[in-house]
């Protein structure tokens, strides 16, 4: 075998991805999977915030011949108490998103690698040494080898995850318990997310006709009460589509969102790194943006490997950043739900809300950046790569920052170099470049943020002092 720049274990979405991209830089890149196809759901959404990424990553003509198109409509029955009904939404095309086969998704991205000059070997990756550089493999004549390269990349998914990472954070286990129904009747233009006592039901057409019904359920309930006895017992409860249904489950899948610790020396992509709640819809989005910032480690390690640590700190960083805004906002939905408090699933999700919940404070009236701020180096991705910059240690997470949100550090300490209320930080925004783009909420939020990473604080100006009174016989 040729050498190889990049070893990718796992050829799944986000791996393929990967190698497509730094063939087409001109990196030799060996993807390592077995031939037998992952579980999966059958078919997964993607929302419509993805388009630009979509678009970005060249998958638009794919998604167009495959019509990987959303539903015209979505259907939510998410009630914190009460009657409980279903709310329709009918969604222009531009608000459909995609719902793409996941069997043909992941053929053709592997088709896209191998075009891209991509080599695939079909075998079993046995172990990962992180020290060595290597992958131990079993191919499919049985032999073992093993393979050593500049790059590794753990790409294999969660299962994977554990040849060279340890679980960081995660929720409590979920299963998705799944069967495929032959006719989807009336609702087969509706895509449903249904809460019920067990978990909650997703309705989903499929676009050879018929639609796939799955559970989200407690792991610890499930093995309790058995696959079969409590997906039918959801059914029997739900008001949507899920009604309808009378048959048992036909596979079970892990569903953990989870945030790994990975071993130094091994990057990590995809599911890999961190694998997300389904309830957010965007696990193949999530897959897209950690190809495209692994990307970026990869092409910096090669170009400079003495930066190999800080590489390595900051794609864990932008996962680990990634993984908890989507813990926060899923735990934010299973907290609307109060009908079913007492029940594992929910309660056992209730009781995670107090761990992710934003520490929010409030601006003060009047603030001014903090004048003694401490330089400190970091990467940032600029241009397909990870570039050192200089950026500012916060005083209260003692990390260093570039930017809060969509706007640099230097664009907020020269709004903030005087004192000031948030209407004057607003005027002064529009004489910094680029800052004209960003709405009054978006900025008081950034403020707000600034001020709890301690790189604004609050300012009193000193009132000017009244004249003493005279008394009348002076």
Not at 191 to 197: G, K, L, N
Not at 390 to 397: F, N
Request: net charge positive.
């Amino acid at each position: 075998m040729k050498p190889t720049d990049v070893l990718i274990a796992g050829a799944g979405p986000a791996g393929s991805l990967l190698a497509t991209m730094l063939c087409r830089d001109g990196f030799a890149v060996t993807l390592l999977e077995r031939s037998q196809p992952r579980q999966h759901m059958p078919e997964e959404t993607i929302p419509a915030a993805a388009g630009p990424v979509v678009e970005r990553l060249g998958l638009a003509p794919l998604f167009a011949r495959e019509k990987f198109f959303g539903t015209p409509r979505r259907g939510v029955c998410w009630s914190p108490g009460g009657t409980p009904e279903i709310s329709c939404t009918n969604l222009t095309p531009a608000e459909r998103g995609f719902k793409v086969v996941r069997e043909v998704l992941d053929r053709e991205l592997r088709v896209m690698a191998v075009g891209a000059g991509a080599h695939i070997l079909d075998a079993t990756v046995l172990s990962i040494d992180a020290a060595a550089q290597n992958v131990r493999l079993r191919l499919t004549t049985g032999k073992e080898q093993v393979l050593t390269a500049p790059v590794v990349v753990n790409a294999l998914g969660a299962r994977g995850a554990r040849l060279s990472a340890s679980v960081q954070e995660g929720f409590p286990d979920t299963l998705a318990l799944t069967c495929c129904i032959d006719n989807a009747g009336a609702d087969a233009d509706i895509t449903v997310v249904e809460a019920v006592r067990a978990g909650w039901l997703w309705w989903m057409p499929r676009s050879i006709g018929g639609s796939v019904l799955t559970l989200m359920a407690d792991a610890g309930e499930v093995k309790s009460t058995g696959a079969k006895s409590i997906f039918e017992s959801a059914c029997r409860s739900a008001i949507g589509p899920a009604r309808h249904v009378r048959s048992g489950c036909d596979t079970g899948t892990r569903a953990t969102p989870e945030l790994f610790s990975p071993t130094w020396g091994i990057l990590h992509c995809g599911d890999a790194a961190a694998g997300i709640d389904p309830l957010s819809s965007q696990g193949l989005l999530k897959a897209m943006l950690s190809a495209e910032r692994t990307a970026a480690a990869v092409r910096t390690l090669l170009a400079t490997p003495t930066l190999r640590r800080s590489v390595e700190e900051h794609l864990q960083a932008f996962h680990a950043g990634a993984w908890r805004i989507h813990a926060q906002e899923t735990l934010d939905w299973y907290r609307r739900e109060q009908r079913f408090a007492d029940a594992p699933f929910w309660k056992a999700r209730h009781t995670l809300q107090a761990r992710y919940a934003p520490v929010t404070v409030s601006l003060p009236t009047m603030f001014v950046r903090r004048a003694r701020l401490v330089p400190a180096p970091l990467l940032v991705c600029e241009q397909g790569m990870l570039r050192e910059r200089t950026g500012y240690l916060s005083p209260h997470t003692n990390e260093p920052y570039h930017q809060v949100g969509p706007i640099s550090v230097d664009q907020l300490l020269r709004m903030t170099e005087l004192p000031g209320r948030f209407e004057d930080v607003c005027r002064r925004a529009l004489a910094v470049q680029g800052m004209s783009l960003h709405s009054e909420g978006e900025l008081r939020t950034v403020l707000s943020e600034a001020f709890r990473l301690g790189f604004v604080e609050s300012f009193r100006a000193e009132l000017p002092r009244a004249p003493s009174a005279q008394h009348p016989m002076q």
